[in-house]
């Protein structure tokens, strides 16, 4: 009898074939015994095994040189073959770790309507069942982590009970785990989420076994152009799966049920509108029923998923998450002890993060990050002030940030200190691809501006790559994932960039100049046609203007306070209106009659509420027109008045208003100090209470100035 030879190939050592598959260069064992938490000894044996399964494979063994490391032989020849062999490795040739175990359990568990029995599952994993009575030990643990439970009923079996959104919840994040190595496969014509199928992961996969997610895709991408926007990879992902997911739920007769009041503040977003499109789209396909309860949860993936580029207008807690981005890089810049508050990049991006961050805090949505034990290696010290910094967004949503989260917004101050400490770089062109989302693409173009003579032509998501090289011509792809594009050299890196993938990347890009370098020929320039008198403090200022001359540019404009602003020819007390429209244009015609704004920008602020509803009375009483800064703003502005007779704007919860405060703004930061200021005034009932009755406008502008002069203390 043939003798049958069981390869033993654990995730472990799949990681390490794939990691060496990857690099172009040997590395050494203890690099390696580093990256994955392991001793020397371990990797040699695991390198051991490889080599085995290679072999058993008819593949070629891996390159073991001493003092020097070990390499993959030609991975461009031979990576699909390797591909294929793991694919093909199943739970019986599978090594399986309590780990993995408990994980197939649980995706068993919870893909199930009623009762699995452990015989079952002992069968399923080719184990005893008393090696699963074990395991489930650890599986009620992880379910009880999660708010679930795991029912156990005599001569019936076992089954997970809970939440339905905490069941999802579950389903996801276990999903997601398994989906690690989904980055590493080179099989782009297979579905995002499916992409993988070694191993444990295919039994994972499995969940997914009678869903198109083909299909689901196509919905995704067809919001992405509804929505006039483009999802970052993790984003786009995740909600494929949670997709894919409900459709898998509703057919096991579990549907979600959301409060009425929150489904009815989701209906009036452009999300709900396209949540309801994906919605019919699903019906006919997989030919089911969904209630508008699942419309609700789809809308809020959608308000929660991190995005490459939008044109959403302002959402209605503006003033909060420009003050809470305020804060928060306030809070690192102390701490840095750096000029961050000056890189309007940084504050545009964690404007632009904050806000579905938001979502997916108050719902507990979750967003994976791939790179965060990257991020905590690398920029550890960063990420724990980036963490500590993060308050007022916990006080804002009333919960605790999850390391997954503080890794997104450590990855926008990484960018931003790689750009404080690069002064003005020439550039060439090379296109960025990165899978993670915008805030790694604009770290890793930071660092590529930092070493690299390049010009980034644009940073996009994986999924975009076909459509954008054929409007445009690119002469090289640095990317997060491998990828193949025909024409163009591509040249993989981590997102970190580190100094081992600098050294890949010299051979095909020209180093810039270092920055003494260039202060070096100022200086020797000067000294050609001039006297220098005081050679120190010229290198000394020139240094300092060398390091901060970029920034400075893009956020240098002096921020102004309250009292510089809201000055007497602008505030207007007691004015009689006929309703909130009136309202807003008086206060609109000061703005105007100043020469802050046009006179389309009250136009624009009448019809910003007409539009979207009447979001902008911020608190009981107090309303705050404004309209986007290309709509005719000219300079930042105020203007105050208050109604004889208060009126509604159609906001149940903070009508009839008083007081109304127009706002005109240049960008997203001028105008933050003055209104930092105006909050925290209009957050005092007391002075909301003088303001609403005075008829003298001194006593007003005393208030203001008070405030302004506390501010600046």
Known sequence: MKEVIIII????????LLNLMDLNSPINISDLAHLFKVSNRTICNDLDCIDEFLNHNKLPALIRKPNVGVQFREPNKYKDDVLKAMGNISIYHYNLSVRERVNIILDNLLQERD???INDMADKLYVSRSTIVKDLSLVRKWLKVRGLELQSIPKHGIKVIGDEKKLRKAAMELLTESSNLDNKSEKSEIPMIVRVNLGVDREINNFFKDIDIVYIEECIKTAEKELNTVFSDAAYSGIVMHLAIAVKRIKLGRDIIMPEDELKSLQITKEFSVASNITNMLEKHFEINIPSDEIGYITVHLLGANISNTNRNKNKNWIDYELITERIISEVDSRLNMALSKDSQLFEGLLEHLEPAVYRLKHDLLLKNPLLNDIKLKYNNLFNIVKMSLKPLENYVGKDIDEEEVGYFTIHFGAAIERYKTSHMKKTDVLV?????????????????????????????????KDFVIKNPVDIIVTTIPIRVEGIKTITVNPLLPERDIENLRKYLNISKPKDSVLKELINIIEKHCTILDKDSIVKELSIFLNTTTIEKTRGVVQPLLKDILTEEVIKLNVEVKDWEDAVRKGGYLLEKTGAVEHRYVDAMVNSVKTIGPYIVIAPGIAMPHARPESGSKKVGMSLITLKNPVNFGNKENDPVKIVVCLCAIDHVTHLKALSELVEMLGDDENVKIISSSTDVNEVLGMIRRSSDKFKN
């Not at 190939?9 to 390490?16: A, F, P, Q, T």
Request: glycine share 4%.
């Open 9 to 16: 190939l654990n995730v472990r050592r799949m990681h390490i």
């Open 433 to 465: 691809v990165c899978s993670t989302g915008v805030g790694t693409a604009k770290m890793l173009s930071s660092r590529l501006q930092a070493v690299f003579d390049v010009n980034i032509v644009n940073c996009i998501a994986y999924h975009q790559i």
């Open 115 to 117: 009762f699995t029995t």
